[in-house]
Nanobody, 127 residues
Framework: QVELVESGGGSVQVGGSLRLSCAAS????????MGWFRQAPRKEREAVAS?????????????SYAESAKGRFTISRDFALNTLYLHMDNLKPEDTAMYYC???????????????WGQGTQVTVSS
């Protein structure tokens, strides 16, 4: 079992920045993926960004971003803290959503069906 705890959400104005954090209780063995998803009211959940974690080498692969996140969001991971981050710049009203982090084998994360989810953190962007 993996527990994920997000933090860092809040209310910001258009053009502002936020950094979301996701603390994981443990790593999976071998290679796996961690990602950020979001769900706005009356919309389906969508993937925002993901990253491959090579846990044996303490190394991460090239991140993957949704088109809406490219150039504005940066996903990163701190191995010492076992924490995933999502730094979001130039926020727009359409970024308003509940943001969730997730962890599992990469095939599950890419498919949008990872086993392990955090409880979510709300991001609200107002104009």
């Amino acid at each position: 079992q993996v527990e994920l705890v997000e933090s860092g959400g809040g209310s910001v104005q258009v053009g502002g920045s936020l950094r979301l954090s996701c603390a994981a209780s443990r790593e999976l063995d071998g290679d796996y993926c961690m990602g950020w998803f979001r769900q706005a009211p009356r919309k389906e959940r969508e993937a925002v960004a993901s990253i491959i974690v090579f846990s044996d080498d303490n190394f991460v692969g090239t991140p993957s971003y949704a088109e809406s996140a490219k150039g504005r969001f940066t996903i990163s991971r701190d191995f010492a803290l076992n924490t995933l981050y999502l730094h979001m710049d130039n926020l727009k009203p359409e970024d308003t959503a509940m943001y969730y982090c997730a962890e599992d084998r990469c095939s599950a994360v890419v498919a949008g069906t990872p086993r392990y989810w955090g409880q979510g953190t709300q991001v609200t962007v107002s104009s």
